[in-house]
């Protein structure tokens, strides 16, 4: 028998692109911009988005998930920056929704002011259309667990959803609000008079006449006093802040930022607080508001923190992050003639001192203050903390995230800001070396950034991230060697 051998053509190699599946863990306003960008800017790379947010809707969050709707956002509508290359998208839409012609109080010499739910209402638009074709998938759920399965992430529900993904990104958000010490000491009727201002129906059983005493004097603290005014609360309401100091209000006017921070020689607290108070001894000769100077500080923030040793990073905390607080996150027009109408009548008052002990007497309650002269007394019926967030061990405060935590894929950051992570948001690790496909977003941030609590920084956050990852899904190819055998 003749056998003839044939050799085979090698057939051209042939490269295909490998579209990568993103899990983003949180929907507020940072997760549902990154996933709208991530469809936006990479539809040949990613293949599927997935956003685990246990609300009806993405893009609200808890700042902008709130049915009150007196309750505003402090800044102002020209500068919520909130889509990356549309600067004016969310003033745009204020005006073409109709949304002002129903809140005709929006509008102050200081800027247009909108409500928070309807910046949650604007977002929930910039989602629809990609929720409706299909390309992010909302999982109406938290995280139950996450964990690494053949180079992918597994995250799984709450109501058992599992999701394989190549790229995680963690948009979780602040953290619940730091506890009082003394409430976890409360007997059960005292307990049930002091309430979480954040809780569902935190203000339900507080009568029109109540008097209140609130716990914390942040832009917190004046949302809860917008939102009693609002049920016509007129009792006697107290603010207890450890500081005394409350956020400022914002210039009339329509100032450019004021001063230039860039340079190398800002290395310490110390020269960039002498800076700024040079800076608006200068603005004010020109007849220009300090707020002016903050808005060019916040400008060069992140390039400010990230040149401070870790020592005068501490520094700045521990000496002027609530100075820097109150100046830098003011107060609406809304909110200031509130509080200066409530001050001058009496119906509100400010003191200084910490909260020591609580007790019932009757149907008050008694609440002990030690202050700088000694001690003293607030009689009120009910007792409201608006603390703030609580990042004090940060990688903890979900399971999901302790789990990840404890096989050494994060660690919370030594200032208590958030995560560990570098400028690119990517996680670093036990070891310190960051993950290529596990990211961080928003606030959690803070270590590696500092400045990135508003939105117009989120955004640019978010737009930076999403750009590496489709740079980095487009490096990630496949290639296929195809040949024809005998």
């Known amino acids: ?40 800017r990479g539809p040949r790379d990613i293949e599927e988005i997935t956003v685990f947010e246990p609300r009806e809707h993405l893009g609200c969050g808890l700042a902008y998930d709130i049915p009150n709707a007196d309750v ?46 309807d910046f949650g209402h604007f977002m929930q638009a910039q989602l629809a259309p990609h929720l ?138 110390r020269k960039i607080l002498a800076t700024v108070r040079a800076t608006i001894t200068e603005a004010e000769t020109h007849g220009i508001p300090w707020q002016c100077v903050f808005d060019a500080l916040r400008q060069h923030a992140q390039e400010l923190w990230q040149g401070l040793s870790l020592q005068e990073r501490q520094k700045f905390l521990r000496r002027l992050r609530r100075w820097y607080d109150v100046h830098r996150y003011r107060m609406p027009p809304q909110a200031y003639a509130l509080l200066e109408g409530g001050l001058d009548l009496g119906q509100i008052t400010m003191e200084r001192g910490h909260l020591r002990s609580v007790s019932r007497d009757g149907e008050d309650l008694l609440a002990a203050i030690q202050t700088r002269e000694g001690r003293a007394e607030i009689r009120c019926r009910h007792i409201l903390w608006a603390t703030g967030p609580d990042y004090r061990g940060y990688a903890g405060h979900q399971r999901f995230l302790l789990a990840l935590h404890c096989e050494g894929f994060i660690q919370s950051d030594p200032l208590s800001l958030g995560l560990a992570c570098d400028t690119a948001g990517r996680a670093l690790t036990i070891a310190g070396t960051p993950n290529s496909t596990l990211f961080v977003a928003g606030p959690p941030t803070r270590p590696a950034l500092g400045e990135l609590t508003g939105v117009p920084e989120i955004a640019a956050q978010a737009a930076n991230m999403v750009d590496r990852i489709i740079r980095s899904c487009a490096r990630g190819t496949r290639t296929i060697v195809i040949s024809q055998r005998e």
């Open 132 to 269: 409706d074709s299909g390309t992010i998938r909302h999982v109406e759920q938290t995280v139950r667990a996450v964990d690494r399965q053949s180079e992918q992430w597994r995250v799984t529900g709450s109501g058992g959803t599992v999701v394989l993904a190549d790229i995680l990104i963690l948009a979780t958000g602040h953290p619940p609000a730091s506890r009082p010490a003394v409430i976890d000491r409360l007997d059960p009727l005292t307990a049930a008079r002091v309430t979480d201002v954040f809780a569902p129906n935190a203000l339900a059983r507080i009568g029109k006449s109540d008097s209140v005493l609130i716990v914390g004097s942040g832009l917190t603290a004046l949302d809860a006093l917008t939102r009693l005014d609002a049920l016509g609360h007129d009792g006697k309401i107290t603010l207890l802040s450890r500081s005394g100091l409350m956020p400022r209000p914002h210039a009339g006017g329509d100032f450019a930022p004021f001063g230039d921070f860039r340079g190398a020689n800002l290395t310490s607290a």
């Open 1 to 40: 028998m003749l056998k003839i051998k044939m050799s085979s053509p090698r057939l051209p190699a042939h490269t295909a692109r490998h579209a990568s599946r993103v899990a983003i863990i949180g929907g507020g306003y940072t997760g549902a911009i990154i996933a709208k960008l991530l469809v936006e």
């Open 72 to 117: 505003r956002l402090n800044v102002a509508a020209h500068r919520m920056r909130a889509i990356p290359g549309a600067p004016t998208a969310f003033l745009d839409w204020l005006q073409t929704s109709g949304t002002l012609t129903i809140d005709p109080q929006a509008v102050t010499p200081e800027g247009i002011f909108a409500r928070r739910r």
